[in-house]
């Protein structure tokens, strides 16, 4: 065979080409000229038959001819379009995926849904109330009297709705207790609930306040609750969400829903109650806010305070997750920076 041999084959592709116009077809030309009992097989296995000086030409002219083929066949796949199979040589099937990063809760609704979960194993259903409330769910069912400064608008959202009432005034709820009047309105006791949800407050924002943040409130109502069962469940719920070497206190305090009120510590979480920068050196931390049901409340929604007792807590959860995880600074919370959020 001669070089002019090999012009003959290289025309007859050329026009052979052409004519290709399915994937069927471009396979069959493929696999007439570079199969493995192809042209180009035949050829090259002529090659050892040649004289020596012949060989190392025709050697080349066979590889041109290979290359050409190939680049005929590729750009035809191109233009014959995405037919099954045809496009296979142009992906690597090897290469590694890309990966898909998983989604997670954010540190808040994480820390929420395990203090429910926490409140739900001791038998307490979890509810949830409107963050525009009224003002008497907010402040006057909850017997906090009317000269009382959270009630100033530099301490709480008031809200001008169209069509509302005019007699009653509309907020954004500034802590998550309205929940009790609602729901104490709504059912007879005995009563256990908790109810998680957002808070608004027109505070300046720094390291330690934002204008809107979360709490969850928990109330209890029934005939004989006492005192010493407000503090028996705090324990378990401190020892829960801290750990069970955290130990609690109760500190009088003053809330116009609750009598007697109890502010709840635990021992500082770093220095474990020797003192730090972190508790002020007191050794503990303030944690939530809580007390027996006033009777002007249970009056307020209608239950007689002669028959039933109750106690009600509540707390931010910001601050237990700042606790709970050391931070800091309570706008790492809204900022979604992924690297802050990555690590919970
Ligand atoms: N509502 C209070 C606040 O926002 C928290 C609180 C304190 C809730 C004592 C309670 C309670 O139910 O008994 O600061």
């Known amino acids: 065979m001669s070089g002019n041999d090999i012009g003959a084959i290289s025309a007859q592709i050329d026009s052979e080409i052409q004519g ?127 000269d009382h400064p959270s009630r100033e608008a530099f301490d709480t959202f008031y809200l001008k709705l169209p069509g509302c009432p005019s007699g009653g005034k509309q907020l954004l709820r500034s802590h998550t207790s309205p929940v009790q009047v609602r729901i104490m309105k709504e059912k007879k006791p005995p009563l256990a609930v908790v109810a998680p949800g957002r808070v608004y407050r027109p505070d300046a924002v720094d390291a330690s306040h934002l204008f809107m943040f979360h709490q969850i409130e928990g109330f209890v109502v029934g005939e004989n609750i006492r005192f010493s069962d407000l503090k028996g469940m705090l324990e378990l719920f401190a020892k829960a969400v801290f750990g069970k070497d955290i130990k609690m206190r109760l500190r009088p305090h003053f809330f116009p829903f609750t009598e007697p009120s109890a502010e709840m510590d635990i021992s500082c979480i770093i220095c474990k109650g020797a003192g730090c920068s972190v508790c002020g050196r007191k050794g503990w931390l303030e944690v939530l806010g809580s007390g027996m049901i006033n009777p002007n409340v249970f009056k307020n929604v209608g239950y007689d305070p002669e028959k039933y007792t109750g106690f009600a807590f509540g707390m931010g959860i910001e601050r237990i997750t700042m606790l709970k995880y050391g931070i800091d600074d309570i706008r790492l919370f809204f900022e979604n920076d992924l690297n802050f959020l990555n690590q919970f």
Do not use: W
């Open 20 to 146: 290709v116009d399915s994937s069927q077809k471009l396979d069959d030309f493929r696999v007439k000229y570079l199969g493995r009992k192809g042209i180009l097989a035949e050829l090259t296995g002529l090659i050892p038959g040649l004289p020596k000086e012949a060989r190392s030409s025709f050697g080349q002219q066979v590889n041109l001819l290979k290359n050409k083929l190939n680049t005929l066949i590729v750009e035809k796949q191109k233009t014959l379009g995405s037919g099954s199979g045809a496009r296979v040589s142009e992906v690597d099937i090897g290469m590694p995926g890309i990966s898909q990063s998983l989604g997670r809760l954010h540190p808040i609704t994480q820390v929420i849904n395990e203090i429910c979960a926490i409140f739900k194993q001791m038998g307490f259903l979890v509810v949830e109330g409107p963050e525009v409330e009224t003002e008497y769910n907010n402040f006057t069912g909850l017997n906090i009297p009317l």
